[in-house]
């Protein structure tokens, strides 16, 4: 930083910035950081004590990072300075995100390691149980659909075109959607929900009855957790539903498939147990309902089988309607 009084004797006078005055060999001054133009200190409001610290780190002795800067570059600097504050807000936030999505996916990892391990046990303990295998290996290959999906929706995130800086660019809002929905659907993957099951202000009476009901369908009660009601209580109106964990995906397909003994029970008539499915889940199985009734009209056998309406001809399985996309 150049400075003025007494050190710039012969050289051409220079006009003040912020006075527009001339700034004399005899008067004291600093040069602006920026713009390099001379400023009084008196019009700099730069103390004596300041402008001694200011000589100092203009001839390197000490304070080399102080800098001067004149009224106008100092209102450009403040609104670059924010401008930097928010672009490193943001990229804390995406980077943060980024976080999320590679452990959600590392998530997705273990739960197809999971399947593949229970797959192993089925095929060694029980060969004789083919329908349980199918449905299995149908959830791996769904599984790895959406981890490839998921994939694909992480490296659009993450990948940056044409910058040298490591920026994070940011999806499509319809990207975004889809990796949100797939992650969703993960994290709902071992619940279910249990519908006619009383309110009460008292969840231990709550448990107690998701208790009774998980040991009447013939499953372990221990390896399934009460997680909460869905929605918000309204008075007067019917009981929320109930949803639960299970310990796994052999447990969730046993809840499911004993679910059918509740009717012939007495006390649990009204009692049903579905997947826990998310509200685009939700809309698809109404779609499909609504075309299971059409097809009903031709295959009176027609029933929905892992997202897709099927019948039984001669022992094969044979697909009527495909798997819809919402």
Same mark, same amino acid.
């Given at each position: 930083?150049?400075?003025? #009084?007494?050190?710039?004797? #012969?050289?051409?006078? &220079?006009r003040?910035?912020?006075?527009?005055?001339? /700034?004399?060999?005899? &008067? +004291?001054?600093?040069?602006?950081? $920026?713009? =390099?133009?001379?400023?009084?200190? +008196?019009?700099?409001?730069?103390?004596?004590?300041?402008?001694?610290?200011? *000589?100092?780190?203009?001839s390197?002795? $000490?304070?080399?990072?102080?800098?001067?800067?004149?009224?106008?570059c100092?209102?450009?600097?403040?609104?670059?300075?924010?401008?930097?504050?928010?672009?490193?807000?943001k990229?804390?936030?995406?980077?943060r995100?980024?976080?999320?999505?590679?452990?959600?996916?590392e998530?997705?990892?273990?739960?197809?390691?999971?399947?593949?391990?229970?797959?192993? *046990?089925?095929?060694?303990?029980?060969?004789?149980?083919?329908?349980?295998?199918?449905?299995?290996?149908?959830?791996?290959?769904?599984?790895?659909?959406?981890?490839?999906?998921?994939?694909?929706?992480?490296?659009?995130?993450?990948?940056?075109?044409?910058?040298?800086? !490591?920026?994070?660019?940011?999806?499509r809002?319809?990207?975004?959607?889809m990796?949100?929905?797939?992650?969703?659907?993960?994290?709902?993957? !071992?619940?279910?929900?249990?519908?006619?099951?009383?309110?009460?202000?008292?969840?231990?009476?709550?448990?107690?009855?998701?208790?009774? $009901?998980?040991?009447?369908?013939?499953?372990?009660?221990? =390896?399934?957790?009460?997680?909460?009601r /869905?929605?918000? @209580?309204? /008075? #007067?109106?019917?009981?929320?539903?109930?949803?639960?964990?299970?310990?796994?995906?052999?447990?969730? @397909?046993?809840?499911?498939k004993?679910?059918?003994?509740?009717?012939?029970?007495?006390?649990?008539? @009204?009692?049903? /147990?579905?997947?826990?499915?998310?509200?685009?889940?939700? &809309?698809?199985?109404?779609?499909?309902?609504?075309k299971?009734?059409?097809?009903?009209g031709?295959?009176?056998?027609?029933?929905? !089988?892992?997202?897709?309406?099927?019948?039984?001809?001669? #022992?094969?399985?044979?697909?009527?309607c495909?798997?819809?996309?919402?």
């Amino acid at each position: 930083m150049a400075l003025s #009084g007494g050190e710039n004797d #012969g050289l051409q006078l &220079e006009r003040c910035v912020e006075c527009s005055e001339e /700034v004399k060999a005899t &008067e +004291k001054a600093v040069d602006c950081d $920026i713009c =390099k133009k001379k400023v009084h200190i +008196k019009c700099g409001k730069v103390t004596s004590t300041m402008h001694g610290e200011l *000589k100092k780190s203009a001839s390197g002795v $000490i304070c080399q990072g102080i800098k001067f800067l004149c009224s106008k570059c100092d209102k450009i600097f403040v609104t670059i300075k924010c401008d930097i504050i928010q672009m490193m807000e943001k990229q804390v936030k995406m980077e943060r995100k980024q976080e999320e999505m590679v452990k959600d996916l590392e998530a997705v990892k273990r739960e197809v390691i999971d399947i593949r391990g229970t797959l192993t *046990k089925t095929n060694d303990g029980k060969k004789s149980e083919d329908s349980t295998r199918i449905k299995v290996v149908e959830e791996i290959v769904e599984m790895k659909e959406q981890i490839g999906v998921l994939k694909k929706q992480y490296s659009d995130v993450v990948r940056v075109e044409g910058a040298e800086a !490591n920026v994070v660019t940011s999806p499509r809002v319809s990207d975004m959607k889809m990796v949100s929905e797939l992650l969703e659907r993960n994290k709902r993957q !071992n619940n279910l929900v249990i519908f006619g099951i009383d309110e009460t202000s008292d969840e231990n009476i709550t448990k107690n009855k998701i208790n009774e $009901i998980i040991t009447a369908i013939g499953v372990d009660a221990s =390896k399934v957790k009460y997680f909460g009601r /869905v929605g918000r @209580r309204v /008075v #007067g109106n019917k009981a929320r539903v109930v949803r639960v964990v299970c310990e796994d995906l052999e447990t969730k @397909r046993g809840l499911l498939k004993g679910a059918n003994k509740l009717k012939t029970i007495a006390g649990y008539e @009204r009692t049903y /147990v579905s997947p826990d499915l998310t509200k685009s889940q939700q &809309e698809e199985d109404k779609m499909l309902r609504e075309k299971l009734k059409e097809i009903r009209g031709q295959y009176k056998e027609a029933k929905i !089988n892992n997202g897709e309406i099927v019948i039984m001809e001669g #022992g094969n399985r044979k697909v009527l309607c495909p798997r819809l996309q919402n």
